[in-house]
């Protein structure tokens, strides 16, 4: 029983040292960012004169996006940026897309459409679309996403600077806000997404772009041996690869993309599952090569990603020993575990998670107006939220072990919020 | 097209809107419950004779210190390795000025890559609208250049 009890003990102790630990870590890393990287920098929308505009390839993959169509092109329409080609890749959609994408090309010169004749599934779809691309920089947006109109400028400015850079991740910023988990959702996007890239960027290697707005080099690519097909989440295995070919990944939090989220429980958990669930297929896949090829700048992203997977087993195992513990005192003597009722321990760490939002929105407050408004609802992400996150993380583990290496990614028609 | 393009909800329900802000309202009431011991002791410091305890007791800052202590060991390790890292990358996190650029990638390269000749894919880049097939293993097998006109 003291060894039951020591195990608790130290079960507590990781369970509140590691968020803690990394929300600082967080912090930190996004302070160091802006003070270095941001500081000097011009608004988004006043990007400068460039001294060369190499043509840039826009990657669409469609799948049954009829319904968004027309507005993500009205969005492509107003970009600010000379010389660009959208190819729209249609994968096998059964609705009006295919007819949409083929009259968008006759209206709009820069379009180009891809029609695939069988459904196989985004990976694929990326990988024809940079086939029939005819620039060096390809930006991959989602059929959903508006971009925003300067930034393929801030992409293009990045690469020039910086040659050993394979690819960038943009700035997705969320659209919809009707429902609370829409606004949660906001505040989460600022204070974990963009300090954690910012972090990531400083020491130079970053878990994943998102594939919603993201930039890569074409030669990149290929050292990286593309896209995977079998890959549930393109954007993390694609980020691995490119780290692991020795190119460099970043963030460039001006080049802005507005995206919609699922807005009901049911979207956001599978959703996050799949996240959950392909970043551990991904790191499983790169553990491998990681250690051959002995790339060990990767291992502090590697280990976080490890250790964030088991503190979601420890949170799980603590709350089932506190839940034993208090139905059954005689079984067990002293206390077991932990409630997910927030103690004093819990307590610190919501404040922390408070204080690391608070940071970010002083961070984004450049990119959008009104962000500060999003710190009334994010009391819901150290309260409950962070309960989805580790249960899809636990769930994740097994579901990806499980996955076949052979089974290609597929389209999930995602839940795209409350008009 | 209104930018940024947000989406407010304005066909939903105000019962719902109602709802959302009092369960946050409520959340953070829970929040301020957990912590009403700080609460009551920033007030009771706050209050005339402003910073003095009158009716509370100070916390025991050495206790609270020794809690957190071995966790600010990781969080001052951490940021000392943030800064080194922002220290080694400074200048390559702060260029802005054009370099030279890495090779293209070359076609007849991209081409081979998947079992295409060089002219093929040149084929494709012409294209306006381009119908890929591929076989059993989800190999390209075969691509169909069309005009924007064929394809009407």
Same mark, same amino acid.
């Not at chain 1, 799948?63 to 027309?70: G, I, P």
């Not at chain 1, 896209?227 to 980020?239: F, I, K, Q, R």
């Not at chain 2, 009716?55 to 071995?70: I, M, V, Y």
């Not at chain 2, 943030?82 to 070359?106: I, K, Y």
């Given at each position: ?139 991959? =947006?989602? !059929? ?10 801030? @992409?293009?400015? /990045?690469? +020039? #600077? *910086? $040659? ?37 960027? =400083?020491? !130079? ?10 930039? @890569?080099?074409? /030669?990149? +690519? #290929? *050292? $990286? ?59 499983? $896949? ?134 | ?152």
């Amino acid at each position: 029983m003291e060894a039951l009890q020591d195990f608790s003990a130290g079960l507590a102790v990781f369970c509140f040292g590691y968020p803690f630990v990394m929300a600082w870590y967080w912090m930190a890393g996004g302070l160091l960012f802006r003070l270095m990287r941001e500081r000097h920098e011009p608004l988004p929308d006043d990007p400068p004169t460039l001294a060369d505009y190499p043509l840039v390839s826009i990657l669409l993959p469609c799948h049954n996006e009829e319904d968004q169509a027309e507005e993500t092109f009205a969005a492509l329409s107003a970009l600010q940026y000379p010389n660009w080609e959208v190819v729209a890749i249609n994968d096998g959609s059964k609705d009006r897309t295919a007819e949409m994408l083929d009259d968008l090309a006759r209206r709009m010169p820069q379009v180009r459409v891809v029609h695939l004749a069988q459904n196989q599934g985004k990976s694929t779809a990326l990988i024809v679309g940079a086939m029939a691309a005819r620039g060096e920089i390809l930006v991959g =947006i989602d !059929g959903d996403a508006l971009l925003d109109p300067h930034a393929l400028t801030w @992409f293009v400015r /990045r690469f +020039l #600077a *910086d $040659a050993q850079l394979g690819a960038l991740t943009g700035n997705p910023r969320i659209r919809n806000r009707a429902t609370l988990l829409g606004r949660l959702q906001v505040g989460e996007f600022s204070s974990v997404v963009g300090l954690i890239k910012r972090a990531q960027t =400083i020491y !130079g290697t970053v878990f994943t772009v998102s594939g919603v707005i993201c930039a @890569f080099r074409k /030669r990149a +690519l #290929a *050292d $990286a041996g593309w896209w995977s097909p079998a890959a549930l989440t393109d954007d993390v295995e694609v980020t691995w690869r490119l780290q692991l070919a020795g190119w460099r990944v970043a963030f460039e939090p001006k080049a802005l993309c507005w995206i919609l989220m699922p807005e009901t429980l049911k979207g956001l958990w599978r959703q996050r599952l799949r996240w959950a669930e392909g970043g551990m297929q991904s790191v499983l $896949a790169a553990t491998p090569v990681m250690l051959r090829r002995g790339a060990w700048r990767l291992l502090p992203i590697w280990g976080n990603f490890i250790l964030s997977v088991v503190w979601a087993y420890a949170m799980v195992t603590g709350l089932a020993l506190g839940l034993v513990s208090a139905l059954f005192p005689q079984w067990v003597g002293e206390p077991l575990g932990f409630s997910a009722i927030p103690q004093w321990w819990g307590t610190v760490l919501a404040l922390t998670y408070l204080l690391q939002s608070a940071i970010s929105v002083a961070v984004d407050a450049r990119f959008e107006r009104g962000i500060a408004r999003s710190l009334f609802w994010v009391i819901w992400y150290p309260l409950v939220f962070w309960l989805l996150q580790t249960a899809t993380a636990v769930l994740g583990l097994p579901r990806a072990l499980m996955r076949s290496n052979q089974t290609r990614g597929t389209w999930i028609s995602p839940d795209r919020g409350v008009r | 097209m209104i930018w940024p393009p947000l989406i407010q909800g304005t066909r939903l329900s105000p019962w719902l809107r109602a709802r959302d802000i009092v369960l946050t309202a409520l959340a953070w009431v829970q929040l301020g419950y957990l912590m009403r011991e700080t609460l009551h002791l920033v007030h009771d410091y706050l209050r005339y004779p402003i910073f003095e305890f009158t009716s509370a007791s100070p916390p025991d800052w050495a206790e609270l210190w020794g809690r957190l202590r071995p966790f600010a060991g990781f969080v001052a390790a951490l940021v000392l390795w943030l800064l080194f890292w922002s220290l080694v990358r400074g200048r390559q996190m702060r260029a802005t000025a054009p370099m030279p650029q890495p090779a293209l990638l070359a076609l007849a390269s991209h081409a081979a890559g998947f079992g295409l000749d060089e002219a093929a894919l040149a084929g494709w880049r012409e294209a306006r609208i381009l119908l890929v097939h591929f076989d059993a293993k989800g190999r390209v097998s075969h691509a169909e250049a069309m005009s924007v006109d064929q394809r009407a």
